[in-house]
T-cell receptor
Framework: AQTVTQSQPEMSVQEAETVTLSCTYD???????LFWYKQPPSRQMILVIR??????QNATENRFSVNFQKAAKSFSLKISDSQLGDAAMYFC????????????FGKGTRLHILP | NAGVTQTPKFQVLKTGQSMTLQCAQD?????MSWYRQDPGMGLRLIHY???????DQGEVPNGYNVSRSTTEDFPLRLLSAAPSQTSVYFC????????????FGSGTRLTVV
């Protein structure tokens, strides 16, 4: 069975600095997708970034980028120029490329932004 | 606005009571699911459905029932509420293929006393 591990329960970063959140996963599949979700205090789950396993190029969305290391099964999220609005819980997630399969979530990393 | 509508947002139940959490989506998504979120546990899958008339159990299905009579609706029923079911519940939907992420509802905070 696939698993997703986020080893950092909490992290802090100074405003305007760069922070990297770690995520590792375990799978025997070659076709899959990886995601980072953000959950601010409002509780709403927001999709931040999506990576297709067959693409070597790392996904980026404005200040958010990933470092996807397929051989190492690592999928870290880098937030550049951190802003107060980035304070949230961040979840790493995995979805098999098989039709009908569910998304598996890590336990999350709570990110604090220090003014 | 298109999306996933989840009601209610907050609910307090007494032990032993039953209730239904409602979830509706208007994106014609085949896949719908229910998760519960507890501190330090991430999101755990309760039940999911890949289309009308088809449901299956997730990681933590005990004490919950679901049905999928239409593509749009996927209600979650608590049969006899227990304090262990105090949690935040999320409904989510997506296409079944193509590796899409979920669209989430806004969540329901349920407290069982």
């Amino acid at each position: 069975a696939q698993t997703v591990t986020q080893s950092q329960p909490e992290m802090s970063v100074q405003e305007a600095e760069t922070v990297t959140l770690s995520c590792t996963y375990d799978t025997s599949e070659s076709d899959y997708y990886l995601f980072w979700y953000k959950q601010p205090p409002s509780r709403q789950m927001i999709l931040v970034i999506r990576q297709e396993a067959y693409k070597q190029q790392n996904a980026t969305e404005n200040r958010f980028s990933v470092n996807f290391q397929k051989a190492a099964k690592s999928f870290s999220l880098k937030i550049s120029d951190s802003q107060l609005g980035d304070a949230a819980m961040y979840f790493c997630a995995y979805r098999s490329g098989n039709r009908d399969d569910k998304i598996i979530f890590g336990k999350g990393t709570r990110l604090h932004i220090l003014p | 606005n298109a999306g996933v509508t989840q009601t209610p947002k907050f609910q307090v139940l007494k032990t032993g009571q039953s209730m239904t959490l409602q979830c509706a989506q208007d994106m014609n998504h085949e896949y719908m699911s229910w998760y519960r979120q507890d501190p330090g546990m991430g999101l755990r899958l309760i039940h999911y459905s890949v289309g009308a008339g088809i449901t299956d159990q997730g990681e933590v299905p005990n004490g919950y029932n679901v049905s999928r009579s239409t593509t749009e609706d996927f209600p979650l029923r608590l049969l006899s509420a227990a304090p262990s079911q105090t949690s935040v519940y999320f409904c989510a939907s997506s296409r079944v293929s193509g590796g899409y992420g979920y669209t989430f509802g806004s969540g329901t905070r349920l407290t069982v006393v």
